[in-house]
């Protein structure tokens, strides 16, 4: 398992060599202690309205590109305030096939919402949750993928399972998102991510 944070210093720099890159890099963020925070623009999101042709991708995006099969897991708290501040663990391969899986702040409540992204996104609210520090994860095999969530990284539940014709590889990694608010910081607590065969991306244990 690569534990992406535990390479970062503290500050604002990721550093030679770094096995992580931005995509929309923010002008607010840092990392101290083991934790990263950033802080997403004004309007900052990923989300192509299938009600319409806009294409939204202007959210921080930390990531690492993996190849092949693969679990990602991801430990992250929000400063909720407006409807749909947000912090994810996304998996893209352009800007017309993406998903992500958010801990976002949805008709007043801390809910995991996920957005799978064919051409046109399709959004789908899961649950409102009391943890305020879940674990997301994100796992792979071939076309088939799964997220899942845990309040306690031990039991997992699974909330959506799909299927996309992407490319083996694929950027993942770690975004905030503030699509109607000025502002929106995420903390990421911890990032980790395995290219290992999985049998079952499905179930609750992941078995390699």
């Excluded at 309007?43 to 190849?67: E, Q």
């Excluded at 306690?152 to 699509?179: H, N, T």
Aim: aromatic content about 10%; some cysteine.
């Amino acid at each position: 398992m690569k534990r992406h944070l535990e390479d970062l210093r503290d500050g604002a720099s990721l550093g030679e060599g770094s096995a992580l890159s931005w995509m929309n890099e923010p002008c607010e963020w840092s990392v101290r202690d083991g934790l990263l925070s950033m802080t997403a623009p004004a309007g900052g999101d990923f989300f192509n309205d299938p009600g319409s042709d806009s294409v939204v991708a202007t959210a921080p995006f930390l990531h690492a590109v993996l190849k092949g099969d693969f679990v990602a897991v991801v430990r992250l708290s929000v400063e909720m305030a407006a409807q749909c501040d947000s912090g994810c663990l996304m998996a893209l391969a352009d800007e017309s096939n993406w998903a992500k899986i958010c801990f976002e702040y949805m008709n007043g409540a801390p809910t995991i919402v996920t957005v799978v992204t064919r051409s046109r996104s399709d959004d789908c609210n899961s649950k409102a949750i009391e943890a305020e520090a879940p674990y997301l994860r994100l796992a792979r095999s071939g076309s088939r993928f799964a997220f899942h969530y845990s309040e306690d990284g031990e039991s997992w539940e699974l909330v959506r399972y799909f299927a996309m014709d992407v490319p083996d590889e694929l950027k993942v990694g770690l975004v905030a998102q503030a699509p109607f608010a000025d502002r929106c910081q995420a903390t990421f607590h911890s990032f980790d991510t395995s290219e290992e065969v999985v049998a079952d991306v499905k179930a609750a244990t992941i078995v390699k």
